[in-house]
């Protein structure tokens, strides 16, 4: 089994800054593709970012340049840095990994969300 545990979400005034964390665990032979994404209030989940084990980064076009997408191979965990935060930035937060349990099995792996809550 594995799982993925996100932490560091909580409330901040608008302006502030958030550091999300989500590590891996369990029977983990590799992770691929790391990720995060978001979901509003009454709205469908959103695309953040990814990152791949050689850390090339790909991000939604409305994320760039306040959120950065980071990972540490050594401790199987992703980061999510969140600058200049916004009310409209509130949503619960979703890790997201491609981990290879054997040399032919990759589960799509969800992590249970962490809530973040931007105020005016």
């Known amino acids: 089994q594995v799982q993925l545990v996100e932490s560091g979400g909580g409330l901040v005034q608008a302006g502030g800054s958030l550091r999300l964390s989500c590590a891996a665990s369990?029977?983990?032979?590799?992770?691929?593709?790391m990720g995060w994404y978001r979901q509003a209030p009454g709205k469908q989940r959103e695309f953040i970012a990814t990152?791949?084990?050689?850390?090339?980064?790909n991000y939604a076009d409305s994320m760039k340049g306040r959120f950065t997408i980071s990972r540490d191979n050594a401790k199987n965990t992703v980061y999510l840095q969140m600058n200049s935060l916004k009310p409209e930035d509130t949503a619960v937060y979703y890790c997201?990994?491609?981990?290879?349990?054997?040399?032919?099995?990759?589960?799509?792996?969800w992590g249970q969300g962490t809530l973040v809550t931007v105020s005016s």
């Open positions: 997201n990994a491609g981990i290879r349990t054997t040399a032919w099995a990759t589960l799509d792996v």
């Open positions: 990152i791949s084990s050689s850390y090339h980064t």
């Open positions: 369990g029977s983990i032979n590799s992770i691929n593709d």
